[in-house]
């Protein structure tokens, strides 16, 4: 069983950075961050595959960055610029997707966090 642990989410204003981290209790080759804000579904926000090759929703290009060391040292989602929209509650997922077009699409992923909360008020 495969267990993730988010940490990181808070409250900021508009323009500042918040960093999210991920623990997970094993190795995984595909993470990600996802992101549902209220009324919304569920939206891929980065993703990082075992060969370290990076995807971000064209939302946050720019803006936020994903990385982790190896498979399983904690994931970060380092997040600045915030804008009042990025406001939602953030999860970390895991899986082992096969094909690389799937790794924002959270239906590609069976093991998630519990969620973190981010707020940025204008």
């Known amino acids: 069983q495969v267990q993730l642990v988010e940490s990181g989410g808070g409250s900021v204003q508009a323009g500042g950075s918040l960093r999210l981290s991920c623990a997970a209790s094993t190795i995984i080759y595909n993470m990600g961050w996802f992101r549902q804000a209220p009324g919304k579904e569920r939206e891929g926000v980065a993703a990082?595959?075992?060969?370290?090759?990076?995807f971000y929703a064209d939302s946050v290009k720019g803006r936020f960055t994903i990385s982790r060391n190896n498979a399983k040292n904690p994931l970060y989602l380092q997040m600045s610029s915030l804008k009042p929209e990025d406001t939602a509650v953030y999860y970390c997922a895991a899986d082992w997707v096969q094909d690389v077009r799937r790794t924002l699409l959270p239906n590609s992923y069976r093991y998630w966090g519990q969620g973190t909360q981010v707020t940025v008020s204008s």
């Open positions: 990082i595959a075992s060969d370290g090759r990076t």
